[in-house]
């Protein structure tokens, strides 16, 4: 991202349908409050924001510790990623960044179609950098929870087990060979099976805690580089340490340092390979004060250019859309 993307368009998802805790519904209106786009646009970004893609007609119960049945938030969540697979499709058609802010994490079900949809058009190959405590490699079959937010990469990669209401032309592929997980540390058994016979690079804390952030990101964006390839990277709250990020719902001790987050979405900015982003599962229900909030606008802005010694500004282009 060495070099400006001509427009970041921001789009959320409002939902927390995939999950099994309320609240990360929330999520996108906070990044905004905690100054997600004037922090864009400080950095010289020309911004777009396309408000909230949310679920159609909003349940009405007279039980307020009642949580829909799965079925119905299955519905919602494959609803919402056709909409989102169209929506981000459109963005990227016209040359733009698209910076999808959630909700949980199913709605890369929709985000990641829209940009395998749109590199298959343009031959482009497709990488995939995810950044979470959780691989969300399961299957209805394999998965204890049942939670659609544990599910995007199996479902993208084609994994057997989800049923017909899940296709459609909305839906892409990715090769799960292109996939790299990054700070996984609670991975399902079955799960773990299938990341390794899928071929999928898993870096979890142990290996961080070895290695050091720096000697693991230079393999992965060299060799997105060398297949001129899209980057998508999709950053999960949970991946950082609930000491300084408690604002999620599955949240695992020992996560990555404010540091390490910060050093990962430096070298991605300096790279110059991510074409879109996820934000996803930041629950605003469960912060404390905005901190979470205010640490993934600090991530995202790390991501588009903010450095310790910034030039000075030049004009700016701030577009807010409906």
């Known amino acids: ?130 950044v979470d405590a959780h691989a969300d490699y399961n299957t209805p079959d394999t998965s204890p929870s049942g939670n659609l937010h544990g599910m995007p990469l199996a479902l993208l990669g084609g994994e057997p087990g989800f049923d017909d209401s899940f296709g459609g032309d909305w839906l892409g592929r990715i090769d799960p060979k292109n996939v790299t997980i990054f700070g996984a540390r609670s991975i399902d058994r079955d799960e773990r099976r299938l990341l390794h016979a899928r071929g999928v690079e898993v870096i979890d804390m142990r290996k961080i805690d070895q290695v050091g952030v720096v000697a693991l990101m230079q393999p992965i964006i060299e060799r997105v580089k060398s297949a001129k390839g899209h980057l998508h990277v999709s950053f999960d709250v949970d991946a950082i340490d609930p000491a300084i990020a408690p604002g999620g719902g599955t949240l695992v001790p020992g996560g990555l340092t404010y540091r390490e987050a910060h050093l990962i979405m430096e070298m991605l900015h300096d790279s110059g390979i991510v074409g879109s982003l996820d934000v996803v599962e930041l629950n605003p229900f469960l912060d404390h004060g905005g901190k979470t909030a205010t640490l993934m606008v600090d991530l995202v802005a790390s991501l588009f250019g903010r450095s310790i010694m910034g030039e000075e500004p030049g004009p700016v282009e701030f577009v807010t859309e409906g």
């Open 1 to 130: 991202m060495s070099v400006k993307p001509k427009r970041i368009d921001i789009l959320g998802i409002a939902t927390a349908a995939g999950a099994s805790v309320r609240g990360c519904g929330m999520g996108p209106e906070a990044l905004r409050v905690a100054g997600l786009l004037e922090a864009l646009v400080d950095l010289e970004h020309s911004v777009a924001d396309h408000g909230d893609l949310r679920r159609v007609h909003p349940e009405m119960s007279t039980n307020p510790s009642s949580w829909r049945l799965p079925e119905e938030r299955k519905g919602d969540v494959l609803d919402l990623a056709a909409r989102v697979s169209q929506a981000g499709q459109d963005i990227l058609a016209e040359g733009n960044f698209p910076l999808f802010v959630g909700g949980d994490h199913s709605i890369a079900m929709g985000t990641l179609s829209a940009v395998s949809r749109h590199c298959q058009n343009s031959g482009k190959p497709v990488h995939v950098l995810w």
